[in-house]
């Protein structure tokens, strides 16, 4: 597969960068699949992420949210001493990201049986939301009839 290289579009392209950077991360997806993930959509405004950290504890996995990014880390420190006959857990470092969507919040995480469970919820703000707008005008009980003849 090749690559695209977008820099020559950031040049010209004014408040487009998000969308390029999207399109660079689309690229991305099949390089890394360590560790494994589930999203799943618990309903219309609310989803979660599980992702499967077995052997990592809670002060070896950072969490961080930064422009609309979330950024999952782990640093395993290397165990010296150990002689290993067979090694299938995988111990090695790892950085993940997720691209949420605009007005998606991060509200919890939590271990769970070896899994990182993330809580996320979209809160769109009162402004976004779809309101009705009332129409002023003159009411019918206000309206007087000046003339009236049969026709």
Same mark, same amino acid.
């Given at each position: 597969?090749?690559?695209?290289?977008?820099?020559?579009?950031?040049?010209?392209?004014?408040?487009?960068?998000?969308l390029?950077?999207?399109?660079?991360?689309?690229?991305r997806?099949?390089?890394e699949?360590?560790?494994?993930?589930?999203?799943?959509?618990?309903?219309?405004n609310?989803?979660q992420?599980?992702?499967? %950290?077995?052997?990592?504890?809670?002060?070896?996995?950072?969490l961080m949210?930064?422009?609309?990014?979330l950024? %999952?880390?782990?640093?395993?420190?290397?165990?010296?001493?150990?002689?290993?006959?067979h090694?299938g857990?995988?111990?090695?470092?790892?950085?993940?990201?997720?691209?949420?969507?605009?007005?998606?919040?991060v509200?919890?995480?939590?271990?769970?049986?070896g899994l990182?469970?993330?809580? %996320?919820?979209?809160?769109?703000?009162?402004?976004m939301?779809?309101?009705r707008?009332?129409?002023?005008?003159?009411?019918?009980?206000?309206?007087?009839?000046?003339?009236s003849?049969?026709?």
């Open positions: 597969m090749r690559t695209v290289d977008f820099s020559p579009f950031f040049r010209s392209a004014i408040g487009f960068d998000r390029f950077d999207l399109a660079e991360a689309a690229q997806v099949g390089e699949s360590y560790p494994p993930y589930n999203i799943e959509r618990l309903d219309e609310r989803f992420i599980s992702v499967a %950290l077995a052997g990592f504890t809670p002060d070896e996995v950072a949210v930064e422009q609309n990014v950024t %999952l880390e782990g640093r395993k420190a290397d165990k010296e001493g150990k002689t290993f006959l090694r857990i995988s111990n090695r470092n790892f950085k993940r990201q997720f691209t949420l969507a605009d007005h998606v919040e509200k919890g995480a939590r271990f769970e049986n990182l469970v993330i809580d %996320l919820q979209r809160e769109i703000p009162e402004t939301k779809p309101r707008i009332e129409i002023n005008g003159a009411a019918p009980g206000n309206v007087t009839q000046i003339e003849r049969a026709a």
